[in-house]
């Protein structure tokens, strides 16, 4: 390796070590809000899709209208089969 590219080499490790301190200082940072909210008004603690939307899918979450019925039709059925 060259003197040049061994400099560009620790620019670019310099840069990475940047990037992932920022991303601590982030994380430390929401954290902190997070737990002050839930500390101090936990009724508006966010559910994790919500204080993470990239990271987490909101799962679709069955009617329980739905589910009911359908437990009420097995039992009718497996009632009428006796």
Same mark, same amino acid.
């Given at each position: 390796?060259? #003197?040049?590219?061994?400099?560009?080499?620790?620019?670019? +490790?310099?840069?990475?070590?940047? *990037?992932? /301190?920022?991303?601590?200082?982030?994380?430390?940072?929401?954290?902190? #809000?997070?737990?002050?909210?839930?500390?101090?008004?936990? +009724?508006?603690?966010?559910?994790? *899709?919500? /204080?993470?939307?990239?990271?987490?899918?909101?799962?679709?979450?069955?009617?329980?209208?739905?589910?009911?019925?359908?437990?009420?039709?097995?039992?009718?059925?497996?009632?009428?089969?006796?």
């Amino acid at each position: 390796m060259t #003197a040049e590219e061994i400099t560009l080499a620790a620019y670019a +490790k310099q840069e990475q070590n940047k *990037e992932f /301190a920022q991303m601590l200082a982030w994380i430390m940072y929401n954290g902190a #809000a997070l737990t002050g909210v839930a500390v101090n008004e936990p +009724k508006r603690f966010p559910r994790l *899709e919500d /204080a993470f939307p990239s990271l987490f899918e909101r799962k679709e979450q069955q009617d329980w209208r739905v589910m009911k019925e359908r437990v009420e039709s097995y039992a009718r059925m497996r009632k009428a089969g006796k």
